[in-house]
T-cell receptor, first 114, second 112 residues
């Protein structure tokens, strides 16, 4: 199983809503990531979790709150987002966060903030 | 400052011919390079990677070449197939951060 599963696939939320994106992998990977991709742009790293601990936060606004409940799950809690936060949110995992380990990506959640 | 650059936004190739996608980088600390393929509305799919200690890695129709002195890598696809039509991203990482830095992507179209 080389799959990273993200739910939901699409999400429309208002600026006052609270919602969560979910990501799951069963490959035994110990590093998990959140990336954000705007239209016609490359994916940009948001957060890195290594062994369920947050190791990198790329200066992401606090309205995005990551959570890693266990080694297979990664959540991204959203609150008070802005329309410019609309994007494709990608979860990825890798065996470890060292160079030389390929990251496998999920299908993404297409988020629209209205 | 873009550390990973793919200067060709698009490439069109005839089916059966070779596709060559190029990528340049500026950070000499990068020690691992990857190519991903992406269809619209899907996540990137890992294709092939290469460590900075090698200059070539081959997997079926896909070969990646690395020229460290020029800070340049390329992905060769031969023979190209219509199903290869997608956006190709070059990515680089260094040390133990796990962070991938992506290029802007090249849209490959393989014509039947």
């Amino acid at each position: 199983d080389t799959e990273v599963t993200q739910t939901p696939k699409h999400l429309v939320m208002g600026m006052t809503n609270k919602k969560s994106l979910k990501c799951e992998q069963h490959m035994g990977h110990r590093a998990m990531y959140w990336y954000k991709q705007k239209a016609k742009k490359p994916p940009e790293l948001m957060f890195v979790y290594s062994y369920e601990k947050l190791s990198i936060n790329e200066s992401v606004p606090s309205r995005f709150s990551p959570e890693c409940p266990n080694s297979s799950l990664l959540n991204l809690h959203l609150h008070a987002l802005q329309p410019e936060d609309s994007a494709l949110y990608l979860c990825a995992s890798s065996q470890a966060r060292t160079a030389g380990t390929e990251a496998f990506f999920g299908q993404g959640t297409r988020l629209t903030v209205v | 400052d873009q550390q990973v650059k793919q200067n060709s936004p698009s490439l069109s190739v005839q089916e059966g011919r070779i596709s060559i996608l190029n990528c340049d980088y500026t950070n000499s600390m990068f020690d691992y390079f990857l190519w991903y393929k992406k269809y619209p509305a899907e996540g990137p799919t890992f294709l092939i990677s290469i460590s900075s200690i090698k200059d070539k890695n081959e997997d079926g129709r896909f070969t990646v070449f690395l020229n460290k002195s020029a800070k340049h890598l390329s992905l060769h696809i031969v023979p190209s197939q219509p199903g290869d039509s997608a956006v190709y991203f070059c990515a680089a990482s260094s040390g133990n951060t796990g962070k991938l830095i992506f290029g802007q992507g090249t849209t490959l179209q393989v014509k039947p």
